[in-house]
């Protein structure tokens, strides 16, 4: 069995504006580290002007409250995030952890480039994907596919959310990490 509590993974989610990257943005960043005994770190963002989709619209209104009381500058949240890896990771990279991670790595480039920087220190460049985890899982037979999916996977592998914590950042990367274990032990599973 993989010891998963002494290794830099990090369940990452965001909750955008929509899902282009070239005219929405991020809103929202969880930050859910796989080793539960380092805090997790949830970051709202505050843009000047903001485009919308209309799915992604009618999501925020599941944290718009509490996303007014405390978003911050794309440049504070830059800040926020390097902080928090630097403090809680001895300055060690992170390998981000997402379902669909690529969506979520794009978003957060862009804020880096919103911040005036290339990228977020501290994150690295590879990552691990759930989807693609469960699509190699399915292959085999030892899921069915509609598990694939991200809430497939949360049903097949009975894992949680509250329903007011669903499509949230810090809601989505927590059931993301715990999925992660779940597909690993899957894997051990294998031979």
């Known amino acids: 069995m993989i010891n998963l509590n002494h290794k830099n993974l990090v ?6 504006s929509g899902a282009n990257p070239f005219k ?18 949830n970051i709202y963002i505050r843009h000047e002007a903001i485009e919308w989709s209309s799915y992604a619209h009618e999501i925020f209104q ?15 949240a830059y800040i926020e995030i390097e902080k928090y890896i630097s403090e809680n990771f001895q300055d060690q990279t992170i390998t981000p952890v997402g379902h669909n991670i690529g969506f979520d790595l794009v978003f957060l480039k862009k804020l880096a480039f919103q911040s005036g920087n290339d990228q977020i220190s501290g994150i690295s460049h590879r990552a691990v994907d759930t989807h693609s985890l469960l699509y190699v899982l399915a292959l085999e037979n030892k899921i069915p596919s509609s598990a694939v999916t991200s809430d497939g996977a949360f049903s097949y592998f009975e894992i949680e959310i509250k329903e007011k914590d669903r499509h949230t950042a810090i809601g989505d990367a927590e059931a993301t990490s715990d999925l992660l274990r779940k597909i690993l032990n899957k894997f051990g599973e294998i031979t």
Do not use: M, Q
């Open 11 to 16: 369940a990452i989610d965001v909750e955008t």
């Open 24 to 41: 929405h943005d991020v809103l929202a960043i969880g930050i859910f580290p796989i080793n539960r005994s380092i805090p997790p770190k």
């Open 62 to 76: 599941a944290y718009a409250t509490e996303w007014r009381e405390k978003a911050v500058s794309p440049t504070l």
